[in-house]
């Protein structure tokens, strides 16, 4: 069997968001014919996603401390003065990456080592795991495999200090994709992007979405319900995004360069206030509906988060639930009656730009649930509306989202609780299923280094084969490349 070594921050028995893709190919990489190992990073918290649904076997998992409590660039006192500064800031992001590159390399090598892999998959954010690859690579003469689950230098949550540092942080970060054999990216918006921006050749760059596990749904399946029958439960699974602070002063400070976005992005869109404010209308025109209507939020919520929700006016309606395990969160999304999708907002040059789509959307469409996505024009939009999953609107449209739950709601009264179909052609996003293309991905880049000259066999320096599979999202988003910078 091919090896492939796979670098993470996020691992089992701790997990993220970001894990569970990663998990996937672990689990059926071996059905493929490539047996995998990861190099993770080990924490004493294990929030916040408890009961592990699943245990990877010891000896192909490698955890090792990535940061240690006391870090030295914490206390170092010239830290908080650099990053006033344009150049100071990226400069102090570049160090620390680098003093952990160095403390980790020894046992880097050392499992590559004794793993001996074929390839190494480095799976970011963070940009540390891709830094960990490329010692790898270096090393060893393997190919590198990018896989981005969110844009790097554009990830929606970074604020440059200055947009020089956005620009060594973009060349810095094109220096390592052109070491890379293959871009992995979840999105046909985020192809774009590394296409155009970052100038990928396109034949590096495969779109591979995030998925869901049918094995999670047949033991979902097997436990009792969650919600009671009698009750009409909108869910919300996941996180919040705060919105910016001092919007109105964001302007002058970009005029001038600073607290720089190479998308401009809104994170009120990934707030809850516009729903709550549509909850507030439909009980407002229809007080009765109070006894059976529910909204439930689960997930780690920040104290702000949790005010605003306890605060609705109708209480008896808002439940607050911490984070479950991923079989109970499915066993939620079966009962539920209306899924709540929200995204940040994120737009290029006044387009539609939002190369990011939620990991729990995939399971909230085979859930066959409906879906109500108070999202903007996106990969998102364009999904749930082909697949007929459910409702899209634009994300500040409290009366559009009010009227959908006014639907939905009314809907549940003619006809009761149903059981809900997964749309067709939702297969393709089955875990096992993005494994095998993944495995088909890393099957042809071993046959064209094996084509190639031992003297030219590094895929770094060669001509890369035509690699890029269809776009597995149904349709273009709404920019095309032509509207990306080219600089």
Not at 102 to 112: D, K
Not at 134 to 151: K, Q, Y
Not at 317 to 338: F, H, I, K, Q, Y
Request: charged share 20%; hydrophobic share 40%.
């Amino acid at each position: 069997m091919k090896r492939l070594l796979i670098i993470t921050e996020s691992f089992p028995p701790r997990r993220t968001s970001g894990s569970f893709r990663i998990e996937g190919f672990f689990k059926y990489l071996p059905q493929c014919g490539i047996l995998p190992a990861v190099f993770t990073a080990s924490s004493p918290t294990l929030a916040p996603y408890p009961d592990n649904d699943f245990t990877p076997p010891s000896h192909t998992v490698f955890s090792v401390p990535w940061y240690p409590p006391n870090k030295r660039w914490k206390s170092f006192p010239l830290k908080a003065f650099l990053r006033v500064f344009p150049v100071g800031w990226w400069l102090v992001r570049h160090l620390e990456r680098l003093e952990i590159v160095q403390r980790l390399r020894r046992s880097l090598l050392a499992v590559a080592s004794q793993f001996r892999p074929d390839a190494v998959l480095a799976s970011g954010p963070p940009p540390i795991a891709y830094l960990l690859g490329e010692v790898v690579h270096d090393a060893l003469r393997i190919p590198l495999i990018l896989d981005f689950r969110d844009p790097w230098s554009a990830f929606h949550n970074t604020y440059y200090r200055h947009w020089i540092d956005y620009l060594f942080e973009r060349s810095y970060e094109a220096r390592l994709l052109r070491k890379a054999a293959l871009v992995l990216v979840n999105t046909a918006t985020s192809a774009r992007l590394f296409q155009t921006l970052l100038r990928v050749p396109r034949s590096k760059v495969a779109v591979l979405t995030n998925g869901y596990d049918e094995d999670i749904f047949a033991s979902a399946e097997s436990i009792p319900r969650v919600f009671p029958p009698n009750q009409f439960t909108i869910l919300y699974s996941g996180a919040f995004t705060r919105p910016d602070r001092h919007p109105r002063l964001q302007p002058f400070f970009r005029f001038f360069g600073f607290q720089y976005q190479p998308l401009q992005t809104c994170n009120g869109f990934r707030w809850p206030g516009y729903f709550l404010e549509a909850l507030k209308q439909v009980l407002s025109n229809h007080p009765q509906w109070a006894k059976t209507l529910r909204a439930v939020f689960v997930g780690h919520f920040s104290r702000e988060i949790l005010q605003l929700l306890k605060s609705f006016p109708v209480p008896s309606v808002v439940t607050v639930r911490p984070p479950v395990s991923e079989t109970l969160s499915v066993r939620m999304m079966l009962d539920a009656n209306l899924l709540l999708l929200l995204q940040v907002g994120q737009w290029y040059r006044g387009q539609d730009f939002l190369p990011m789509i939620p990991g729990k959307l995939y399971s909230y469409l085979r859930s066959g649930t409906p879906i109500l996505a108070p999202v903007q024009k996106s990969d998102i939009w364009d999904l749930i509306r082909d697949l007929g999953a459910g409702e899209v609107m634009e994300p500040a449209d409290v009366p559009a989202i009010a009227g959908a739950i006014t639907r939905h709601f009314l809907a549940w009264q003619q006809r009761g609780a149903v059981r809900h179909l997964p749309p067709p052609g939702i297969h393709r996003f089955e875990r096992r299923e993005l494994t095998r293309r993944l495995s088909e991905l890393l099957h042809r880049l071993w046959e064209f280094q094996q084509s190639l000259p031992a003297a030219n066999a590094d895929l770094t320096s060669s001509p890369a084969p035509d690699l890029i599979f269809g776009n597995l999202s149904t349709r273009i988003g709404p920019v095309s490349p032509m509207e990306m910078p080219r600089s």
